[in-house]
């Protein structure tokens, strides 16, 4: 299951790969080995990147390790208007504060994958607070009014009868003209940046410079395998998580995304999948040594084999705190929630429903059950594959 000799071109343009726009062109490029400059445009909404973040910057290290520039553009200005893509409504501003500490946490994160000493980094401040109104203006020519608003998430929008502010309109502008003052030959996204991504391409050929080719990468579903990735969803996996979370959670995926996560989450060949479990097992450990070590993955995997394909419980399990005047209000989801830093209720409801949580080996199946006069002191609580508790009423 080792990576194998590969067309480096060929595999630049299709591994993790949803649409490459001017294919024909970017593989000439590719082919004459001019060093392309490959852009990537983040805005610092979120101090905390998980794994479907992890897609679109492991392409970017792919053209860097190939000899490329990676270019990663800080959207500290844009990050105060918010991009519209795939919203219902407008987003909640941030603070200038709000966006500097996002952006320090995103690229110690980030920093796990691509080579940030190797990065051009850039803030697209740099150019839209300087260059002032007139730029604004000679931008807004380079797109007309009925081009933007076309857009599939501003029609949907209209037809719910919801606002779309002018800055909102104005966004995809202020993000191609980021391609502009980097020159960008090549630019990366999700597959629901593909307005912006084309965007960049018209505002690059108002401004007479040559327009970048674009390639998309697909979002990833989380844990749950309807959902993309979020951690509004519950469903997501963070690259800060404990090695324990991050095994634990990749070892619950539904078989059904076991060749995608090999595809869009490690270097690795995807197996051929006879045994899921094993399939996880490698994915899993490969993911941990990844973002934390080798010694940790090693680890994770023989304290879950050990735990799981023997049936054995830890003795070491964490210790859960349940106040007496708290215990009253709580039911079974809301026990979930209580135990699970981080856990939302449609994710522990879920876990309730599919028969994941038992105490003292017993299946908890109704989610109302209220917990008090059922759960005391000395109990164990099994949540899902990875979650074990001694909990202790005081």
Known sequence: MTPKEKDPVKELLTRSVSEVIEREHLVTALKMGKPLRVKLGIDP????LHLGHTVVLRKLRAFQEAGHTAVLIIGDFTAQIGDPSGRSEERKPLSERDIE????????????VIDIKRTEVHHNSEWHRDEGLTAILELARSATFQQVIKRADFQKRIEAGND???LEILYPLLQGYDSVKVKADVELGGTDQIFNLLMGR????HFKLPEQDVITVPLIEGTDGVKKMSKSYGNSIGIRETPTEMFGKLMTIPDGLIAKYFETLTDLSAPEVKNPRDAKLTLAHEIVKTYHSAEAADTEQENWVRTFSKKEEPTDAPERIIPKDILPKLDTVGLVVYVIEGSSKSNALRLVNAGAVKLNGEKIMDPKEPMCGRIKTGDSLRVGNHHFFRIEVK
Do not use: F
């Not at 018209?202 to 050929?205: E, F, N």
């Open 45 to 48: 909404t979120s101090p905390n």
């Open 101 to 112: 500490t996002n952006e320090k946490e995103y690229l110690a994160q980030a920093g796990k």
């Open 202 to 205: 018209r505002v690059q050929r």
């Open 164 to 166: 779309i502010t002018l």
